[in-house]
């Protein structure tokens, strides 16, 4: 069975840079199938998906959010990873990484459990 | 988000209730439609995808059909353990991925 994992700080400061990283267990971040994404959801909000990565490394983004955000991919290591950098209080969500079908439309079959960021100094 | 949805449905126990999807440039334009529900608390769960398949595990009172610029979930025999945030998914030409805005089901 496929699991997937996020693992943050937290607590991040406005203005700086949020990683998070997501670990796969039960499948391979290689399978060609599958893209894998972050999505986000705000406290009491609706859900917004950030980004997806293919294990090449080969990503697209959010447009709203293209300009701070990165995704990683690594292979060796089975995880994928998001940097979001001049993060504020609008960056304050859940954030769950997930598997996500080859396709334009593709769906998210796994998700991870999620992990809450809260900026704030 | 360019996908629309009503904030809220309710029905009764064993009664048929229906959350609609809007988009024009996402649906409209052909693009396949995924559905999800969420318990408050926990990740999102895939629910119906490509428009009317459910994954193994879903009950097959819940089902999903596509048609212009809109798409449905349908849940036959509301039950108790149904009522939680439902979400629509699909791709926008502009956008890339875009969720609904969610409905909220109450079971009366």
């Known amino acids: 069975q496929l699991q997937l994992q996020e693992s943050g700080p937290g607590l991040v400061k406005p203005s700086e840079t949020l990683s998070l990283t997501c670990s796969v267990s039960?499948?391979?971040?290689?399978?060609?199938?599958?893209?894998w994404g972050w999505i986000r959801q705000p406290p009491g909000k609706g859900l917004e998906w950030i980004g997806s990565?293919?294990?090449?490394?080969?990503?697209y983004y959010n447009p709203s959010l293209r300009s701070r955000v990165t995704m990683f991919v690594e292979t060796s290591m089975n995880q994928f990873s998001l940097k979001l950098t001049s993060v504020t209080a609008a960056d304050t969500a859940v954030y769950y990484c997930?598997?996500?079908?080859?396709?334009?439309?593709?769906?998210?079959?796994?998700w991870g459990q999620g992990t809450l960021l809260t900026v704030s100094s | 988000s360019v996908l629309t949805q009503p904030p809220s449905v309710s029905g009764a126990p064993g009664q048929r209730v229906t959350i609609s999807c809007t988009g024009a440039?996402?649906?409209?334009?052909?693009?396949?439609v995924h559905w999800y529900q969420q318990f408050p608390g926990r990740a999102p769960r895939l629910l119906i995808y490509?428009?009317?398949n459910r994954p193994s595990g879903v009950p097959d009172r819940f089902s999903g059909s596509k048609s212009g610029t809109s798409a449905s979930l349908a849940i036959t025999g509301l039950q108790a353990e149904d009522e939680a945030d439902y979400y629509c998914?699909?791709?926008?030409?502009?956008?890339?991925?875009?969720f609904g805005t969610g409905t909220k089901v109450t079971v009366l």
């Open positions: 490509d428009n009317n």
């Open positions: 039960g499948g391979s971040i290689s399978d060609r199938r599958y893209y």
């Open positions: 990565i293919y294990n090449s490394g080969s990503a």
């Open positions: 440039s996402s649906i409209g334009a052909g693009y396949d």
């Open positions: 997930a598997r996500q079908e080859y396709t334009s439309s593709g769906y998210f079959d796994y």
């Open positions: 998914q699909s791709y926008d030409s502009s956008l890339k991925k875009v």
